[in-house]
């Protein structure tokens, strides 16, 4: 069964009951059970060691191949979340080597194709990323069906490939085939809603079109709060995005509320030295110093630029408004 992952990543794991005929016996189920569980408690470490035990029991088979892709792609999503990123490509290359022998293997060859995509856009590689998320739509669409929630989450996640790419048409047009397709399976007020509609206000704001954006990212904010929480992860980007609009409209009370709850959020979810949070600081800082609070945006900046020299790649699925490079078109325009 797909477990979904922070940031989008996905495992594919058996159900334990069917495994038992393995060469490695009952150990294989169990050690993927416990591994699960350490990855749950975000005990990344002790994850990686039981899905490593795990590979190590299993035998030659057929059926002992398709569980190694398995256990690959968990160990891959391990490697990944430790920002070892060289060994979560090879993890992912060899899970996917074995899948493509597979013959209709179906979700399992999906998975490992997401996740390198995944990765690959990490590394700011759209190219290849793009079509290893376009392999992995066809794949869903045809076991899942064009309206399933798989396809939904590919179209997003492919989508903030080509708003990445500069292809902002094509990006709002996946952007809103995810939003209908959820729409009709949670309704429009459900939760599960927030990231497409936090997509797609970004963009809108990016080609100043901040009504629209405005009434999206409301939309988001409600949802993500009536499903988890007025400090749900979930809340950030919209916070951060509407935060950008309101210092643009020159309401700055309503913007330094909305900064000061996404900086909250991001430290509280991702750590200090998260890249997001040092967006966040350069955001909060330009409106300090333009409410005339400069030694106030001092602070905020010398944090920014210190996580900046020591933070990794941010992943683009992540990626929240620069209100400084947005004022900066703004005057272009």
Not at 52 to 79: F, I, K, P, Y
Not at 239 to 255: M, S, T, V
Request: proline share 3%.
């Amino acid at each position: 069964m797909p477990l979904a992952l922070r940031f989008g990543l996905v495992l594919l794991l058996a159900a334990p009951g069917a495994l038992s005929s393995a060469s490695g016996g009952e150990q294989w189920p169990v050690l993927i059970q416990r591994g699960n569980q350490a990855y749950r408690a975000n005990q990344l470490a002790e994850a990686e060691k039981f899905f490593q035990a795990a590979l190590d029991v299993l035998g030659t088979s057929s059926e002992d191949s398709q569980r190694r892709a398995v256990t690959l792609d968990c160990l891959g999503a391990m490697n990944y979340y430790q920002r070892r990123y060289t060994a979560a490509e090879s993890r992912y290359r060899q899970a996917l080597a074995i899948w493509e022998t597979v013959p209709d293997a179906g979700a399992g060859l999906a998975t490992v194709l997401y996740n390198l995509a995944t990765l690959y856009r990490l590394e700011h590689l759209y190219s290849k990323s793009g079509l290893l998320f376009q392999r992995a739509l066809l794949i869903r669409e045809k076991v899942f069906g064009e309206s399933s929630t798989e396809v939904a989450d590919t179209l997003n996640e492919l989508g903030v490939v080509f708003e990445a790419e500069g292809r902002s048409g094509e990006a709002e047009v996946l952007y809103l085939k995810s939003l209908a397709i959820l729409e009709q399976w949670f309704g429009p007020g459900g939760g599960e809603l927030a990231k497409p509609l936090n997509n797609i206000g970004r963009l809108y704001i990016i080609l100043g079109r901040s009504r629209d954006a405005e009434d999206l990212l409301r939309r988001a904010l409600r949802q993500s709060e009536a499903q988890s929480g007025a400090n749900a992860v979930q809340a950030g980007p919209a916070l951060n995005n509407l935060g950008c609009i309101y210092f643009a409209q020159r309401r700055a009370p309503e913007a330094e509320d909305a900064f000061r709850r996404a900086l909250s959020i991001y430290e509280a979810a991702f750590g200090p030295l998260d890249p997001q949070v040092a967006q966040i600081l350069r955001n909060y800082a330009d409106l300090l110093r333009h409410t005339g609070r400069k030694r106030e945006a001092a602070k905020f900046e010398t944090r920014a630029r210190a996580i900046a020299q020591i933070s990794a790649s941010s992943d683009p699925s992540r990626f929240i408004v620069d209100v400084h490079a947005l004022r900066a078109s703004a005057k272009s325009r």
